[in-house]
């Protein structure tokens, strides 16, 4: 594993009731990376998702994060490991009984000995990152669904992880936030250094902060490379998903 | 001079009016470093406070927010603050992590004991109480406008919900009201052997029940049979927008879901009230026959003179209050719901305690009016 390479997935194989949905997938993403993960309904990129989150049972030497075989960590590295992990769902996954802010800060409180003052005002930076600065107070209920989303991204990013995982981020977004989302997320790459792994189907984002495409289809790797090289590609699916993206065009370099 | 040390480690110190931040500050290190600098500040004597992050390799939003909050708690003192810092990095972070302005939320004047009784009071009052009369008065407009007006019930919905809330609850009223006239029969069984009043007993159970226990048991019953599940139903409906759906079909939710409970209740409940009143006396004269003697014979000869019409028809009266009180007050609090699962659950519990609540109040009420 090279020195920068933040995931390994090594022939990873997944089946659910003998109907087989990754077929040997192999690929890596390095550190400082924002890499994409694509593919239509049923292609296995949740399966990928969940796997690298260690939400579905492990094989063994199938994925190395942190230079570490995920499928072999004992309780303590599993503590540090999620600890490292930000992880951004698609449906917000806030819990409906706390506010906004309690929601935000669960993590700093339960893994971080600093004093409520410095909790709070963490916090409020980081809602006020994701424009949400007036939500402290709200609960999950009273929020629309794009503010969900970015309760739920602020929630994500609480700890400064060097991972950010993203299950569609800009699902339910409108033009101007997912541009100011896609921008949130570029900034924390090139100042905190962190890597990004998201899983989404909006081209414009795409094109706008990816530096990899990874392509799967029905289980299998079809495409990987940069969002450049998938442009010009002549494989029918990426082609095709491109082409009914939104006419997309290159945009200037980031 | 020699620095004088915030700090254990070699990490942050002071000297002449300039706070040295070096190495990394982050996560791990941000909270000791603003526990120590508290104690520390009050030494301080200068008016202007450099803070000079020249010397700082790394800092994380958590480092950010200290020196923020640093600088918040010298700002608060009068002492205005500065930031050197030659690193790029470092400069962006402290800009992008820079914690927004904010009163904080806790509020620092404590409120009194009386004041906040005050407080939660006007809070009720202004929340529930205006809105639960309007409540009250639009349904008892439409269940008298409705009486004959057909149009905008579903077909069969009043015996279904007849059979619901009174049909349905008759075996476990009826299980019930038999136990608890027993348990009045035996606890004053003892009593009044003493005193040789022993015929006295059927007077104590007759009474007791038709007037106060029958009515009183089935209406808590009802609430936590029907009450919860009308609060549940309604609260399910407006969640999954299906109230809202009513609304844009130019159905009224109030008549189209409400009225026909109200009816089936009312329809319902005083049989159902009148039956439970049976099924205490009897229970009561069971345990008269085995713990006093008094034969079915005397209980019944004995019940005819002391059971009077009034208290008939204050159960009857009492009954239908209660079950409006049950119905409405299931409604009030499903419509009242908030979004998500959970809020079907919190409408639900509510909604039992209120209508227990208020059937105990208006027991009490109507108890003075009719029984100076």
């Given at each position: 594993m090279a020195s920068n390479t933040m995931i390994e997935v090594k022939s990873l194989s997944a089946s659910f009731d003998d109907r087989?949905?990754?077929?040997n997938v192999s690929f890596t993403i390095n550190e400082r990376e924002i890499a994409v993960i694509l593919g239509g309904s049923g292609s296995g990129k949740s399966t990928i998702f969940r796997h690298m989150l260690r939400l579905y049972d492990v094989p063994y030497n199938t994925i190395r994060i942190f230079d570490k075989?995920?499928?072999?960590?004992?309780e303590s590295e599993q503590l540090v490991f999620f600890m490292k992990l930000g992880v951004f769902y698609q449906n917000g996954a806030?819990?409906?009984?706390?506010?906004v802010g309690e929601n935000v800060a669960l993590a700093l409180e339960q893994h971080t000995s600093l004093p409520p003052d410095i909790i709070e005002n963490i916090v409020r930076t980081k809602l006020e990152l994701v424009?949400?600065?007036?939500?402290?107070?709200?609960?999950?209920?009273?929020?629309?669904g794009g503010m969900l989303k970015r309760a739920a991204l602020a929630r994500a990013i609480i700890m400064d992880p060097p991972l950010l995982f993203c299950d569609e981020?800009?699902?339910?977004?409108d033009p101007v936030s997912l541009a100011s989302l896609d921008q949130l997320i570029l900034n924390l790459r090139n100042l905190l250094g962190i890597t990004v792994v998201m899983v989404t189907h909006e081209v414009s984002s795409i094109l706008r902060i990816a530096d990899k495409i990874i392509f799967l289809d029905d289980g299998v790797i079809t495409f990987k490379g940069t969002p450049q090289d998938a442009l010009k590609s002549d494989i029918p699916v990426v082609k095709d998903f491109f082409s009914k993206g939104t006419g997309a065009t290159l945009p200037t370099d980031h | 001079m020699k620095p004088l040390k915030v700090?254990?480690?070699?990490?942050y110190s002071y000297q002449g009016g300039v706070l040295y931040l070096k190495n990394q500050l982050g996560f791990s290190n941000a909270g000791d470093y603003s526990n120590r600098l508290r104690k520390f500040l009050p030494n301080i004597k200068e008016r202007n406070i450099t803070i000079d992050c020249?010397?700082?390799e790394s800092i994380d939003s958590a480092g950010v927010a200290a020196i923020y909050n640093t600088v918040r708690i010298l700002n608060k003192k009068g002492i205005t603050t500065s930031f050197t810092a030659e690193s790029e990095t470092i400069k962006e972070k402290l800009e992008l992590f820079k914690p927004p302005d904010f009163e904080t939320h806790k509020s620092s004047q404590k409120n009194g004991f009386l004041l906040k009784i005050g407080d939660l009071l006007y809070k009720v009052f202004k929340e529930h109480a205006l809105s639960f009369l309007y409540l009250i008065a639009d349904i008892s407009y439409w269940t008298i406008a409705d009486i004959f007006n057909r149009k905008q019930r579903r077909k069969g919905e009043f015996v279904n919900q007849a059979v619901n809330i009174g049909v349905n609850a008759l075996p476990i009223v009826l299980v019930l009201t038999f136990i608890i006239g027993m348990v009045i029969s035996v606890q004053s069984a003892t009593q009044l052997r003493n005193y040789g009043a022993n015929i006295f007993i059927v007077d104590l159970i007759v009474i007791s029940m038709m007037a106060q226990m029958g009515p009183l048991i089935t209406a808590i019953l009802v609430a936590g049979r029907s009450g919860s599940a009308i609060a549940a139903e309604i609260a399910t409906m407006k969640v999954t927008s299906e109230i809202d759906a009513l609304k844009t079909m130019g159905l009224n939710p109030l008549r189209y879901v409400v009225i026909p409970k109200i009816y089936g209740g009312i329809i319902t409940m005083p049989f159902l009230t009148m039956l439970a009143n049976v099924a205490g006396i009897a229970g009561g004269a069971l345990a008269s026959y085995i713990y006093?003697?008094?034969?079915p014979e005397i209980f019944i000869n004995r019940m005819s003179g002391v059971l009077y019409q009034k208290d008939i028809i204050t159960s009857i009266i009492k009954s239908i209050v209660y079950i409006n009180l049950i119905v409405i007050t299931g409604c009030y609090f499903g419509l009242r719901v908030e979004k998500g699962a959970e809020g079907v659950g919190k409408s639900t519990t509510k909604s039992v305690v209120a209508a227990i609540s208020l059937v105990i109040v208006a027991d009490l009420i109507m108890g003075l009016i009719f029984y100076r």
């Open positions: 087989q949905v990754l077929k075989d995920i499928a072999d960590l004992n806030l819990l409906n009984s706390l506010t424009n949400l600065g007036d939500a402290y107070q709200l609960f999950p209920s009273q929020l629309s981020p800009g699902a339910g977004l | 700090f254990d480690y070699n990490n020249n010397q700082l006093l003697d008094i034969t």
